[in-house]
Nanobody, 120 residues
């Protein structure tokens, strides 16, 4: 039973920072790819970040739109994945979703989403 519970969304000014948290249950991080996606009104859902800690030692992935500004990390003791967002821009405004996919499968698990609004 996989369950993802997000927190940390809110309103922030352009140039500011937020940290999103995703509390995961039913997951061992070494066996899953964890990530964050976002979806703004009228736009397709897009990848923000992924992290995989198993296999050859772990890896992260970011699109160019957030690379250098956002950082994904996990805390295994707390079973929580984080998204640290710095230098936020109005175009980062979106609903952010936590996601988990077990390695070797295509089944995706999603959190409920949390709103992030960046004002100019």
């Amino acid at each position: 039973q996989v369950q993802l519970v997000e927190s940390g969304g809110g309103l922030v000014q352009s140039g500011g920072s937020l940290r999103l948290s995703c509390a995961a249950s039913g997951i061992i991080f070494s066996m899953y790819v964890m990530g964050w996606y976002r979806q703004a009104p009228g736009k397709q859902r897009e990848l923000v970040a992924t992290i995989a800690s198993g296999g050859s030692g772990g890896s992260t992935n970011y699109p160019d739109s957030v690379k250098g500004r956002f950082t994904i990390s996990t805390d295994n003791a707390k079973n929580t994945v984080y998204l640290q967002m710095n230098s936020l821009k109005p175009e980062d405004t979106s609903v952010y979703y936590c996601y988990a996919r077990r390695l070797g499968t295509s089944t995706q698990n999603w959190g409920q989403g949390t709103q992030v609004t960046v004002s100019s």
